[in-house]
């Protein structure tokens, strides 16, 4: 997937997320004209969340599908035939300088940054040793191929100690078929994979938690039923694969529907509604679940006008 088309996908994510947050809200009222109202109230921290994990992970996607799994090398000797003056003699070969190509290759075989180094004349390994703010020597190593006038890096990813013996092999086998026109072409490759899965191993491990803490947002429904004259509280969490807690009321036991505006600290104000029964009142949502731009006074005056109890 290209770094294009997972920005694209993000953009069209995010702006059909905050289209619902501005359009569709967090409750949804329906069935007002009919037998049934149903009231839901839609987890807002656990949508965050959510919003939060999709970004997370597709930029980890972003950034796992640029990184480069395998650089390889291929380099072949160029053959010249030269005619005999004798028509007998089979065509003599000369071997001219060596072509190389290198490849860098990311996720799905994807091949990018080709490069062409010609007249190569030998390969070599340098030790780079550096110092960070706190004087702490680092060290590391780079592969170099040589022509008659410069010196290019194999790539630009530094190796470390644990990979010195890979990266000696593979230039110890290029300078080897340099002085050898036996073989025809040589393939070596630096394999980079096995760090590239363990970083999206572990993007994919934090995006699946966040997104099983997302999973766990309360959701709140209240189904009033005129036939039956009875109103289900449903309370769940995970779209209730995880079960759900179920009560039921009598319409007669329902002594009124009220609201409560509470002041928050620095975040403006919050709306609680409560259907109250004999002896309990029962909160139709959890603090946060109707934000400032919602009264809490419209979702009383659609219920109890459904109920038949608006005056």
Same mark, same amino acid.
């Given at each position: 997937?290209?770094?294009?088309?997972?920005?694209?996908?993000?953009?069209?994510?995010?702006?059909?997320?905050?289209?619902?947050?501005?359009?569709?809200?967090?409750?949804?009222?329906?069935? #007002?004209?009919?037998?049934?109202?149903?009231?839901?109230?839609?987890?807002?921290?656990?949508?965050?969340?959510?919003?939060?994990?999709?970004?997370?992970?597709?930029?980890?996607?972003?950034?796992?599908?640029?990184?480069?799994?395998?650089?390889?090398?291929?380099?072949?000797?160029?053959?010249?035939?030269?005619?005999?003056?004798?028509?007998?003699?089979?065509?003599?070969?000369?071997?001219?300088?060596?072509?190389?190509?290198?490849?860098?290759?990311?996720?799905?075989?994807? #091949?990018?940054?080709?490069?062409?180094?010609?007249?190569?004349?030998?390969?070599?390994?340098?030790?780079?040793?550096?110092?960070?703010?706190?004087?702490?020597?680092?060290?590391?190593?780079?592969?170099?191929?040589?022509?008659?006038?410069?010196?290019?890096?194999?790539?630009?990813?530094?190796?470390?100690?644990?990979?010195?013996?890979?990266?000696?092999?593979?230039?110890?086998?290029?300078?080897?078929?340099?002085?050898?026109?036996?073989?025809?072409?040589?393939?070596?490759?630096?394999?980079?994979?096995?760090?590239? +899965?363990?970083?999206?191993?572990?993007?994919?491990?934090?995006?699946?938690?966040?997104?099983?803490?997302?999973?766990?947002?309360?959701?709140?429904?209240?189904?009033?039923?005129?036939?039956?004259?009875?109103?289900?509280?449903?309370?769940?969490?995970?779209?209730?694969?995880?079960?759900?807690?179920?009560?039921? +009321?009598?319409?007669?036991?329902?002594?009124?529907?009220?609201?409560?505006?509470?002041?928050?600290?620095?975040?403006?104000?919050?709306?609680?509604?409560?259907?109250?029964?004999? #002896?309990?009142?029962?909160?139709?949502?959890?603090?946060?679940?109707?934000?400032?731009?919602?009264?809490?006074?419209?979702?009383?005056?659609?219920?109890?006008?459904?109920?038949?109890?608006?005056?």
């Amino acid at each position: 997937m290209g770094e294009e088309t997972v920005i694209t996908i993000l953009l069209a994510i995010n702006l059909i997320a905050f289209a619902y947050i501005s359009i569709g809200g967090f409750i949804k009222i329906s069935g #007002e004209d009919s037998t049934k109202l149903s009231v839901t109230f839609r987890p807002k921290s656990s949508f965050f969340l959510a919003i939060f994990t999709i970004n997370f992970f597709f930029l980890s996607l972003l950034d796992t599908s640029g990184q480069i799994l395998i650089h390889k090398i291929t380099c072949e000797h160029s053959i010249k035939n030269i005619s005999n003056t004798n028509i007998d003699s089979n065509p003599r070969q000369d071997y001219l300088p060596t072509n190389c190509n290198i490849t860098d290759i990311g996720w799905f075989k994807h #091949e990018k940054n080709p490069k062409l180094i010609s007249n190569i004349i030998e390969a070599k390994v340098e030790k780079i040793i550096e110092f960070d703010e706190h004087h702490r020597k680092h060290v590391s190593y780079q592969i170099f191929l040589l022509t008659q006038s410069e010196s290019i890096p194999f790539a630009d990813y530094m190796y470390l100690n644990y990979e010195i013996e890979n990266i000696k092999k593979l230039t110890s086998s290029i300078n080897n078929f340099l002085i050898n026109n036996e073989e025809k072409e040589l393939i070596g490759i630096v394999d980079d994979r096995v760090w590239s +899965y363990i970083v999206f191993g572990i993007c994919l491990f934090f995006g699946m938690i966040i997104l099983l803490l997302t999973l766990t947002g309360l959701f709140v429904n209240f189904t009033f039923d005129k036939e039956t004259n009875i109103v289900t509280v449903s309370r769940y969490r995970c779209f209730g694969m995880f079960g759900k807690k179920v009560t039921q +009321y009598p319409f007669d036991d329902i002594i009124d529907i009220k609201y409560n505006r509470i002041e928050l600290d620095e975040s403006g104000y919050r709306y609680q509604v409560f259907l109250v029964v004999p #002896e309990n009142e029962i909160r139709l949502n959890p603090i946060g679940m109707i934000s400032s731009n919602i009264d809490g006074s419209y979702i009383v005056m659609v219920i109890k006008k459904f109920l038949g109890r608006w005056n």
